[in-house]
């Protein structure tokens, strides 16, 4: 996994310290072995680990100066991107955000433990925004909807001048054509697409500008979201 890494940071152009390597394969070892007990990832093999959970969280680098920011992980399941960026920079102040609670518990013992610091809550994305609305630099998220219905979770946290930085695979380009009218009406405005090779497929990280508040009709109840999406 060591291996993997070093030589992925590389390729990314990115510099971390073997401290902070070394965390990473700590974190990313605990969760293989939490999955055991608990439902996490269907990827575990040490390699795949390194290139699939990893380095493309630290994509977002690449992107992005988290340096002295906030970011919201949106729907962070096992704790990506969110953990590793919180390791790779721990001058950002980092919020991980997901409704199923056995994983924010097992996030709230396990980071303390490696030295890692990030705040954990259980919640709902659309309900959380009630307290956090347009409070952050960054909101991203990784593997959780089609960016039509993302869009909608994530602009609400995100501040006028911040970004928000949607994960994507293969089909970013797809996606993004089919929500022209969400970024228009969530105060977004599309920046860049940054194309990430990661193990032999398109990983893509979708960088929108926030240009004006959104809307307090948005975001709306998931259901309704999922069933209209914008």
């Known amino acids: 996994m060591e291996k993997t890494l070093k030589e992925g940071l590389t390729g990314l152009g990115l510099s971390l310290s073997e401290e902070r390597q070394q965390k990473l394969c700590a974190f990313a070892r605990a969760m293989v072995k939490q999955n055991e007990v608990m439902n996490l990832t269907a990827i575990t093999e040490d390699t795949q680990v390194a290139k699939l959970h990893l380095l493309d969280s630290l994509t977002v ?8 920011k ?7 399941g096992a704790g990506f991107p969110g953990v590793p960026l919180a390791i790779a920079c721990p001058e950002a102040k980092i919020t991980l955000l997901d409704s199923l ?3 924010v518990k097992w996030l709230e013992e396990t980071l303390p433990r490696l030295g890692i610091k990030a705040e954990c809550v259980t919640a709902r994305a ?3 925004v009630a307290q ?12 959780v909807a089609r960016l039509n219905i993302l869009l909608e979770l994530t602009a609400p946290y995100v501040r006028v001048g911040g970004a928000v930085l949607a994960m994507k695979g293969a089909a970013a380009k797809e996606e993004l054509n089919e929500c022209a009218g969400a970024i228009k009406k969530l105060g977004l405005q599309l920046e860049e697409v940054r194309e990430f090779p990661v193990d032999g497929a398109s990983h893509a990280v979708i960088i929108l500008r926030k240009i004006a508040p959104t809307p307090k009709q948005y975001p709306r109840r998931y259901a309704k979201i999922k069933q209209l999406p914008l």
Not at 61 to 68: E, H, N, T
Not at 135 to 142: C, K, L, N, V
Request: hydrophobic share 30%.
């Open 61 to 68: 680098l690449c992107c992005a100066d988290l340096r002295g």
């Open 70 to 76: 906030t970011l919201i992980d949106v729907g962070c």
């Open 101 to 103: 609670g056995k994983r």
């Open 126 to 128: 659309e309900e959380a």
């Open 132 to 143: 956090r609305r347009e409070t952050y630099d960054f909101a991203t998220s990784r593997a």
